[in-house]
């Protein structure tokens, strides 16, 4: 038995969700995040959404086969969105859904988790009720409802972009 470490994950499954070219780098201008904002010669939204579809993998737990990029303006369910964007060149996966009011985050606004001027972390609030979340610890500022996080992981490819993949984050405890 292994007790100080973690064996390799059985749900380790990675899922591609395009090249690091394809976002924007988005930073705290006020705008939500599904807002278009100047790229080159047009016009892009500051994030992507993709619906995730599971199995049940025969041990009680569910796996993610794939992901399809989908359109912002259509919430359908929710509950099987991934929103992924980067801000202030950091590469975030969060779920879709606002865990207090299962509103799209797409239509929230980040800021800067700021201690007197010095930065500690990232945040977003969601624009149903004012709720914000910590983009690295999911941890709400009310509550406790917790945004799920995603793992993501940059890939390098032949040339100078990257290859952005996510996976479900590990549950501690």
């Known amino acids: 038995m292994y007790r100080f470490g973690t064996g390799s994950r059985t749900d380790a499954q990675w899922l591609f969700v395009g090249l690091a070219s394809a976002f924007l780098d988005v930073e705290s201008d006020g705008a939500n995040l599904s807002q278009s904002r100047p790229c080159n010669a047009g016009f892009k939204p500051g994030c992507k959404v993709f619906y995730t579809s599971n199995e049940d993998s ?3 737990s569910q796996e993610h086969k794939g992901l399809t990029e989908g ?8 509950k099987s969105q991934i929103l992924v964007f980067q801000y202030k060149g950091k590469f975030h996966a969060i779920d879709h859904q606002c865990p207090h009011s299962s509103f799209p985050l797409s239509r929230g606004t980040l800021f800067d988790i ?3 001027g ?8 969601c624009p ?11 941890t709400g500022d009310r509550g406790n409802y917790r945004l799920k996080i995603w793992e993501v992981q940059l890939r390098g490819i032949d040339g100078s972009d990257k290859e952005v993949w996510v996976r479900k984050k590990q549950k501690m405890g």
């Open 128 to 138: 149903k009720h004012d709720w914000s979340f910590d983009l690295f610890t999911g």
């Open 114 to 116: 700021e201690d007197f």
């Open 71 to 78: 359109d912002l303006d259509e919430a359908l369910d929710l």
């Open 118 to 125: 010095v930065v500690l972390s990232a945040g977003l609030t």
């Open 58 to 60: 025969g041990n009680g």
